[in-house]
Nanobody
Framework: QVRLVESGGGLVQPGGSLRLSCAASVDIVSIHFMTWWRQAPGKQRERVAL???????DYEDFVKGRFTISRDTAKDTIYLQMDNLKPEDTAVYYC?????????WGEGIQVTVSS
């Protein structure tokens, strides 16, 4: 059983920055894909960014140039640096881990972008 714990959310003004963290209870190099997702009220959950076990990253178009996913393998933690935040980035952000055989979700953390 893998446990994923998100932290770093909160309230920020438009144009501001936040950094989310997701600490895993296992060696993240053993996880094929680690992904940040988000879900806004009344909307479907959507993928934001992913990082593979080799360090390759990918982003959805709506965050390209503003968000950066990274990892610290020594801490078994991935990060999502979010810059130039917009009100439409307001959502619960979830950490997700996927291997060939199974997947795990964190409990989610609220990010609110508002003046």
């Amino acid at each position: 059983q893998v446990r994923l714990v998100e932290s770093g959310g909160g309230l920020v003004q438009p144009g501001g920055s936040l950094r989310l963290s997701c600490a895993a209870s296992v060696d993240i190099v053993s996880i094929h894909f680690m992904t940040w997702w988000r879900q806004a009220p009344g909307k479907q959950r959507e993928r934001v960014a992913l990082i593979t076990n080799s360090g390759t990253t990918d982003y959805e178009d709506f965050v390209k140039g503003r968000f950066t996913i990274s990892r610290d393998t020594a801490k078994d933690t991935i990060y999502l640096q979010m810059d130039n935040l917009k009100p439409e980035d307001t959502a619960v952000y979830y950490c997700h881990a996927l291997t060939i055989t199974t997947e795990w979700w964190g409990e989610g953390i609220q990010v609110t972008v508002s003046s």
